[in-house]
């Protein structure tokens, strides 16, 4: 069912609910599906609660909060992409400045702060004392400091990495996904994520990546992806949803038909953690669905003639 004449809506995954409110007002104030998705996503940002995203996301192995954010708009195909960006706290405002600025799609690391800087973004610090905290516990074993020496990091890591196969927990995901429907038609779709909590620094997971956990074509709809990001990656997941759209599948079968290609991996992950794969998606008329495989994940969304935010179970579909 197409969404009634000039009303916009925001869907996002279940840690988006901090920022539906604020992309609802965006649209309702005249912003764009851009400006909407931009907005909802900075709420997330900020929000040192959230352990996956932006300021209060858990360090990479080193110690640093590493952020990658991604913006793609569905009616130009244009997109913008940081990734490993330290010390910013807005990277997905540093994403749209890539997409509108720079003939690129794609900035990372060094380069993506330069840039960041020179467009007049502030720094600050965005490792919260409870993130350190974390970081001590598991990289240091409880020791009040330690060394973050490449080499030593490296022998960390290689544990951390074994322990990963045992025991991944609750701090170790974490992504925000909103997609925004303008009164236009428009679509935009913006992801941000301090990535996989203790990663080498330098890695990037699918949220940088236009088609991994990133994908908006007006034409067809949208999809963004939460949880292993080398999963999305290697099944082109955000896109492959967009994809069986537009080749006349449902929403719903759209969604179940990537959950599906994620089958064919073989990945040591993959049975480890019941919320290992999450998409968030919409289709061209502005209906909203969610995809994933644990039953108990959710999804948010809320049009402009609502109130407040509507909170709804995902497809269940178990690899
Ligand atoms: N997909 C993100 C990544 O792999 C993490 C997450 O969604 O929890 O970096």
């Not at 909060?65 to 992409?81: C, F, K, Q, Y």
């Not at 303008?182 to 990535?195: E, L, M, P, R, W």
């Not at 999809?223 to 449902?250: D, L, N, P, Q």
């Not at 502005?286 to 995902?314: H, L, P």
Request: with cysteine.
């Amino acid at each position: 069912m197409a969404l009634p004449e000039g009303i916009g809506i925001v869907v996002g995954s279940a840690n988006a609910r901090v920022g539906l409110e604020a992309g609802v007002e965006t649209l309702k104030a005249g912003g764009s599906a851009i400006d909407a998705a931009i907005e909802a996503v900075k709420c997330v940002e900020d929000n040192v609660e959230d352990r996956g995203v932006g300021t209060g996301g858990i360090p990479n192995v080193i110690g640093q909060v590493e952020l990658d954010a991604t913006i793609m708009d569905g009616r130009t195909l244009a997109a913008g992409s940081v990734g490993a960006v330290k010390e910013y706290p807005h990277p997905i405002e540093i994403a749209r400045k890539v997409m509108e600025l720079t003939p690129h799609v794609m900035l990372v690391g060094e380069g993506a702060e330069l840039f960041a800087k020179h467009h007049g973004f502030e720094t600050a610090n965005l490792l919260t004392e409870d993130a350190e905290a974390s970081w001590r516990e598991r990289i240091q074993g409880g020791a009040s400091n330690g060394s973050s020496v490449y080499e030593d990091s490296y022998q960390l890591y290689m544990q951390v990495v074994d322990d990963w196969t045992k025991k991944l927990h609750e701090e170790i995901f974490g992504t925000t996904n909103v997609i925004v429907r303008d009164a236009q038609g428009d679509i935009a779709c913006a992801v941000s994520t301090s990535g996989w909590g203790f990663k080498w620094p330098g890695r990037l997971g699918d949220s940088p990546i236009i088609g991994a956990g990133n994908y908006a074509d007006n034409r067809f709809g949208s999809a963004a992806c939460t949880g292993r990001g080398e999963m999305a990656i290697r099944c082109t997941t955000a896109a492959s949803v967009v994809m069986y759209m537009r080749h006349g599948k449902s929403l719903a079968e759209a969604l179940e038909a990537a959950m599906v290609d994620l089958r064919h991996l073989d990945d040591p992950f993959a049975g480890e953690r019941s919320n290992v794969m999450n998409i968030v998606a919409m289709d061209r008329e502005g209906n909203v669905n969610a995809a994933s495989t644990s039953e108990e994940s959710t999804f948010v969304f809320q049009r402009t003639d609502m109130s407040s935010y509507e909170e709804q179970a995902r497809l269940t579909v178990p690899l």
